[in-house]
């Protein structure tokens, strides 16, 4: 397997970053990406006003989905005391890939002083040297002599990298952009909406007055990137179901960019949330904590985001339903269950029928989700099974 490997201080992580880190994926054919955020660089301190380390950790977790290639982000480094050697890395990554090639990435500073870094002959030995280079004339001629010299001194073995996209801002200038409330075409929208609502970097956000396109990277930046396109779907859908069938579209959007808010944490996490906002659990959602995040996700976007009664409720009940649900929670409900991102079997007979019939749509939504728990032997929650037997008494409980 060819890993390269990607440290640096990502403070921020920015478009040009991911350039690179492109670029570096598909000329060395890597099968997997390492992005691994520094604790203390040797080369520089961080400058004041930096992100914290699990911020910077949570930003290049945001921005895996970007890349070309399979990209885990590492702690390693901030789990280690002391300065971020990367001798010290490569070891820890050759023991646990002994068979495997690695390729240090880095950038043309720090491989024109790549003999001042610690124990430079042990790096060699580890791992190739991939350098990014734009090929300008005055950088090629210092390249070569850079390559002759390392290649003499440690037997080292190194590649250039072309990066034809080469996006020209520091992480320095960033920061200062982002505190006079510019910078943000240099992020990804993630990225973004976590400093934002983080408030890193000198900015300033008023997180409870948000329209829908100024939430919706602060709403990214709670998810897993596989998650993204579901919620953007859910979005795209709900505004679409609203405007058709007379609702508020504004609070359609903020509800489905919201509604999964609390989707990626883990149970231990889910239950700090529920003691903290007082939610009590009944025995199916004790046992299937799937379920809780619509009870979190609707009290986080209160509490953080001042969302009206009406949007609450619509996330709250988005993955159970409800008996007798308002027009509102029903386009949540079935936005999230038939965005264009769905591919289940029946999946375009059944947004066929919401675009025809909000209520019959509902009705086999509901239908269909019985019928799937009951497949897999899993309990039906109560809700759901009142919500299906009303809108069944609703419409007469026939199919045309």
């Known amino acids: 397997m060819r890993i390269g490997i990607y440290g640096g201080t990502f403070n921020p992580i920015h478009r040009g970053h991911l350039s690179a ?6 000329q060395l054919r890597l099968d997997k990406l390492l992005l691994i955020p520094d604790a203390v660089p040797p080369h520089k301190p961080l400058p004041p006003g930096s992100a914290a380390g699990a911020d ?11 890349l070309p290639v399979f990209t885990e982000v590492s702690d390693m480094e901030l789990r280690r005391q002391g300065a971020s050697y990367t001798c010290d890395t490569l070891i820890a990554l050759r023991e646990q890939y002994p068979t495997d090639e690695l390729f240090l990435l880095m950038g043309s500073d720090m491989f024109l002083s790549f003999e001042t870094w610690n124990r430079p002959s042990t790096i060699c030995r580890m791992a190739t040297l991939a350098v990014f280079s734009r090929q300008e004339a005055d950088e090629a001629a210092a390249f070569a002599r850079q390559k002759e010299k390392l290649e003499r001194a440690y037997n080292a073995r190194i590649t250039l990298v072309r990066n034809p996209h080469v996006i020209e801002v520091s992480s320095t200038q960033l920061r200062e952009r982002l505190a006079d409330g510019t910078g943000r075409a240099y992020l990804t929208e993630p990225v973004y909406g976590y400093i934002l609502r983080k408030g890193l970097y000198g900015t300033v956000t008023d997180l409870k007055h948000l329209a829908p396109d100024q939430l919706r990277p602060i709403a990214l930046s709670y998810l897993k990137p596989k998650r993204m396109p579901h919620v953007l779907g859910t979005e795209r859908e709900a505004a679409f179901l609203a405007e058709k069938y007379g ?3 504004t609070a359609a959007r903020i509800a489905a960019l919201l509604h999964d808010c609390t989707k990626k944490l883990e149970l231990a996490q889910q239950l700090s949330l529920c003691r903290h906002y007082g939610i009590e659990l009944d025995a199916v959602e004790r046992s299937f904590f799937v379920l809780l995040h619509s009870k979190t996700g609707a009290a986080v976007a209160r509490d953080r985001f001042g969302v009206s009664e009406e949007v609450y409720n619509a996330i709250y009940y988005h993955t159970t339903g409800k008996a007798d649900m308002t027009l509102l929670e029903k386009i949540i409900y079935l936005a999230d269950y038939i965005e264009p991102s769905r591919s289940f079997p029946g999946v375009e007979e059944l947004r066929r029928a919401v675009h025809e019939d909000l209520n019959r749509g509902l009705y086999e939504a509901l239908e269909d989700s019985v019928r799937e728990m009951q497949g897999y032997g899993s309990p ?18 026939t199919k045309e």
């Not at 880190?21 to 598909?26: K, Q, R």
């Not at 950790?57 to 989905?65: N, P, R, S, V, Y």
């Not at 039906?380 to 409980?397: P, S």
């Open 247 to 249: 609702a508020d579209v």
């Open 21 to 26: 880190a492109s670029a570096a994926a598909e």
């Open 380 to 397: 039906v929650h109560h809700r759901t099974q009142e919500a299906l037997d009303y809108m069944k008494r609703q419409i007469g409980g």
């Open 56 to 66: 910077r950790l949570e930003m290049a977790q945001l921005c895996t989905g970007e």
